[in-house]
Nanobody, 117 residues
C-alpha cells in the first residue's frame, strides 16, 4: 500500500524558514515525478514545486527564489525548503506523485504551514 507522509509544518513568523519532508513507502518512486502542492484557506490547490527523476526542478512564480525542492532516492523522501516566508504562504502543503498514462496519482494527508506574527 502506497503511503506519503508529510512532516515539518508548523507556525513560523514572516521572514522565517521551514523544511517539509515527505516519506514515501509502498512503492518505488525513483522513476516518478514528485511535487509539492498547497491549498491556502478558501482557495484551490496550487502546485508550487515539481522535481523529475533526474532532478530537474520547476517552481510556481510565487515561490521562485524562496523555495527549493529536492529528493533523496535512497530514502524515498521528498523535501521542500522554504525561506522568506510570508502570510501568503499559509496553506496545507501536500506531497504529490502525479498520475501518468498508466499509473495513478498519490497524495499525502497534508501538513499545515502557518506564517503569522
Amino acid at each position: 500500500q502506497v503511503r506519503l507522509v508529510e512532516s515539518g509544518g508548523g507556525l513560523v513568523q514572516p521572514g522565517g524558514s521551514l523544511r517539509l519532508s515527505c516519506a514515501a513507502s509502498g512503492g518505488n518512486f525513483s522513476l516518478r515525478i514528485m511535487a509539492w502542492v498547497r491549498q491556502p484557506p478558501g482557495k484551490q490547490r496550487e502546485r508550487v514545486a515539481i522535481i523529475t527523476p533526474s532532478g530537474t526542478t520547476d517552481y510556481a512564480d510565487s515561490v521562485k527564489g524562496r523555495f527549493a525542492i529536492s529528493r533523496d532516492g535512497d530514502k524515498n523522501t521528498l523535501y521542500l525548503e522554504m525561506s522568506s516566508l510570508t502570510p501568503d504562504d499559509t496553506a496545507v502543503y501536500y506531497c504529490n506523485v502525479p498520475a501518468t498514462q498508466r499509473l495513478p496519482a498519490y497524495w499525502g494527508q497534508g501538513t499545515q504551514v502557518t506564517v503569522s506574527s
